[in-house]
């Protein structure tokens, strides 16, 4: 994989964070004596109360998550309780999440303790996204004290699934290529999506892993977990999902535009120009990894009157040279369509994709 070949960089790096035994990690790291002990963050254990989470030590008498806190203390009766304290966790969370923005600036949060990165902004290939995870990993040590383990690879599902491979404190890459293979030996409640009901219909269909999924004939599939959920899910067995990641207030285009000192009419000058504002745009779209197919030129006469026009291409673009070109032409047809000299020219790019759903496109 080279910066070089596009296709190639259009490979997606992904990854899933997750925090370490989160609350209980916070707990620890605020009352130091807890450490060591088995240590349950949750409601009470003499009344109603449901364990939230547990540390690592009280998860070897197998407490976990959503038990009854009752049966935590049956199974652990030197534990120690505590109550959540869930504005505590929201700093804590505030905190990790600023620190891993500034490594990796595109991240989808999906909870307060984890959320898709997307490498692929930062690093170029998987050798490399190993060491951004590295450091992230460093960094969230270094401002919260807390630790996190991270699945990398080229789809959510197979991040997400990796994320958990190696906790606590630990990283899963799985490079291009070997999605299938990676996830084939799972349980098959381990794949998102698959819930209890429908790993209890795929056990008694004899699926019990998710290689046997991803291999389950389409007679098989309708009459195990029928309509579009079962293509869905034995896809992502397969290491198939083209989910991107969501972004709250991604940019809908990416434009630059340049206002001259005194109106332009000859057009090597307004060509140089508009590929000067291509580049920028091509630097910002690559920066946000980004690719659009809508090519646009602005042109604002002496006169202050605007016109714009717009090409849409096949493919989505983020060159210099493409989106340059593109603009030249189209700012030939502005001026074809109105002759006059130019105050201003701009360039855009909108119909903006994350560049993994275009390797999706035919
Ligand atoms: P998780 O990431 O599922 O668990 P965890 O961080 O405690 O442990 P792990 O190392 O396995 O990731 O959940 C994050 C936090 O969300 C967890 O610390 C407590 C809270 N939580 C609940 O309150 N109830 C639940 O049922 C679960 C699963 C989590
Ligand atoms: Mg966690
Ligand atoms: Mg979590």
Not at 1 to 22: E, N
Not at 127 to 134: G, K
Not at 287 to 305: E, I, M, P
């Amino acid at each position: 994989m080279s910066h070089a070949t596009p296709l190639h960089r259009r490979v997606p790096i992904l990854a899933h964070l997750d925090l370490d035994a989160f609350f209980a990690a916070v707990e620890e790291l605020e009352n130091p004596e807890l450490r060591d002990r088995p240590l349950v963050v949750g409601g009470d254990p003499h009344g109603r109360g449901v364990v939230s989470t547990a540390n690592y030590a009280a998860r070897k008498f197998g407490i976990h998550s959503a038990m009854s806190a009752a049966e935590a203390l049956r199974r652990c009766p030197s534990a120690v309780f505590v109550r959540p304290r869930h504005a505590l966790y929201r700093q804590y969370s505030r905190v990790v999440w600023d620190t891993v923005g500034e490594i990796v600036p595109r991240i989808e949060r999906t909870g307060i303790d984890e959320g898709y990165l997307d490498l692929g902004t930062v690093a170029p290939d998987f050798t490399r996204a190993r060491a951004v995870v590295s450091a992230i990993q460093t960094a969230v040590r270094a401002t919260t004290s807390l630790t996190c383990s991270l699945g990398v690879g080229t789809s959510k599902v197979v991040c997400k699934i990796g994320s958990d491979r190696r906790k606590p404190g630990g990283v899963t890459v799985v490079p291009p290529g070997t999605e299938a293979a990676f996830l084939a030996p799972l349980a098959v409640r381990l794949l998102p999506g698959v819930g209890p009901r429908a790993e209890a219909r795929l056990r008694t269909a004899g699926v019990e892993t998710i290689g046997a999924l991803a291999v389950l004939a389409n007679t098989d599939l309708k009459a195990v977990l029928p309509g579009s959920i079962g293509t869905l899910l034995r896809d992502r067995a397969r290491g198939i999902d083209p989910r991107d990641l969501e972004l709250a207030g991604e940019p809908v285009s990416v434009s630059a535009e340049d206002t001259f000192a005194h109106d332009v009419s000859e057009r090597a000058l307004l060509h140089d120009e508009i590929r000067r504002l291509a580049q920028l745009v091509s630097e910002r779209l690559q920066n946000s990894g980004l690719s659009g197919r809508t090519v646009t030129a602005k042109l604002r006469y002496g006169d202050f009157s605007i016109r714009t026009r717009s090409k849409t291409l096949a493919a989505a673009v983020d060159e210099a040279d493409v989106i340059g070109a593109v603009a030249c032409g189209l700012l030939d047809r502005g001026l074809r369509d109105r002759p006059g000299a130019l105050r201003l020219v701009g360039v855009g790019v909108s119909s903006l994709s994350s560049y993994r759903q275009l390797t999706l496109e035919p």
